[in-house]
């Protein structure tokens, strides 16, 4: 009887928790003058298409801008899911000569709490809902809800994906896969991994990692897929293929030449411990080698225009060699990748109006954030990200060995396998220009990983000390009766 009314009082407080920290990011994402993330000549990738016209800003990146004009959209243009998602809500808006920012993050925030509701609704362990919620409603990542960029579309499916993997739709015994909604579980995971895999191409490979994680677990448990759940991963395979094509073929934009250039002078050229080596190694000249890290977009067109035929025919699969078997590149790419994840920011684009902005730019923080409290309690162990990943790693491993596999471990899986690739995406793809930008995902992965191990290890301090004190009633009971007998 103690035990049920402790249990719904628990669950009682963690629901009003996730009330408190989903409301407190709404009403944050509604005020006026407006806050979000400020536009640094990237909002026009997802407005040009939805037909939102985005004028220069005096300080660019600095403050946000709330109100847009309307022109003539042309979604197919350029489609990913944020443009899809920016288009349809300008055109259910009911005046269509101007574009509030704040209707589509409204959108964003409502898809999270729905996500977060449901599943609460199915089953998913209450406590870890409400650790992910406060990671989510951190205003480092909540905050893109209220801008023109790809990054939104990716929260809501990455916290979607593990949501449902909580669920354990996978369990040949008592997952939702086996039961009524089996479907429903399956289309939803297949929906969050197209609204998150084609965000930008960045994040194309979110399709590969969902069903390579989803395939591992069928091995892990030993328990073979049943005919509804071959088509699962039978389409979720054609969605990874296509993801990364449309993105350098389809419809999407796409900066080879910059993704290129900024890979060997904006990445290995600054961390080699032999810079001219490992630029003579990618195919450079010998007139470039001698060239300081640069960035495509700040470097002048007579640095850019000689080397560009040289940069196009970049292997990736050479970059990938010289960051592994050169200590120095290696360490310092680590150490650079840890320090960005340890930092607590909200964006360094600035979330405020330009009113508010003044001559620097400025963040939205508040005390009780998730990676304020984060920084206080983690950041002082050395490269505990890096830590994290490995030690979650030997987890999955032992628990894989025990056959005691879960859905948390799942989500684990998915956290870890999305957070590392993120890694050799980002430093591959274009080094360590923008690296705050660009390791947004990672960040996000990281910290809910966190968030979730911190949650498993809780409740299972929870059910061992209920599962000890019900031992010792039943050997007191026990007892009582062997000597009321005597």
Known sequence: MIGTVLCRVGWSLAMAGILLLAGRAGMTLLREPCVGVADNLDYWRVARPAGIEVPAQAKQGYYVVCRYETSEAEPLSSLTSPTLIAWLTRATAGDDRTFDLRRLGLIYWLSTLAVLFVGLIAGADVLLVLILAWVLYDPGYFLFFNSLYADPALIVGLTATLIVLLLDPFDPVTGSCRGRYAALTLASLIVAAILAGFTKMQYATFPGIVLACSALTFVVRRSRPRRREYLFLAALAVIAAVAPVHFFYGAAPRFLDANNFNAVFGGIARVSSNPATALEALGIPPPHLDQQPRDYFAAPRQVIEPVMPHVRELSRVRLAALYLTDYRAFSRTAKEIHADLSRVRT???????????????????????????????????????????????????????????????????????????????????????????????????????????????????????ASARGRRARVYFHSRQHLERR
């Open 347 to 465: 964006h360094p684009r600035g979330n405020y109006s330009r009113t508010e902005s003044g001559p620097r730019a400025r963040f939205h923080q508040t005390r009780t954030q998730f990676s304020s409290w984060r920084s206080r309690l983690i950041n002082p162990l050395p490269l505990w990200s890096h830590l994290l990943l490995a030690a979650s790693m030997l987890f999955l491993v032992w628990r894989s060995v025990r056959r005691q596999w879960s859905g948390a471990d799942t989500g684990c899986l998915f956290l870890v396998s999305w957070s590392v690739s993120q890694f050799g995406v980002v430093v591959l793809g274009e080094g360590f220009v923008n690296l705050h930008q660009h390791l947004l995902g990672a960040r996000l992965g990281v910290d809910l990983l966190l968030g979730l191990s911190a949650g498993r290890v809780v409740s299972w301090a929870v059910r061992s000390l």
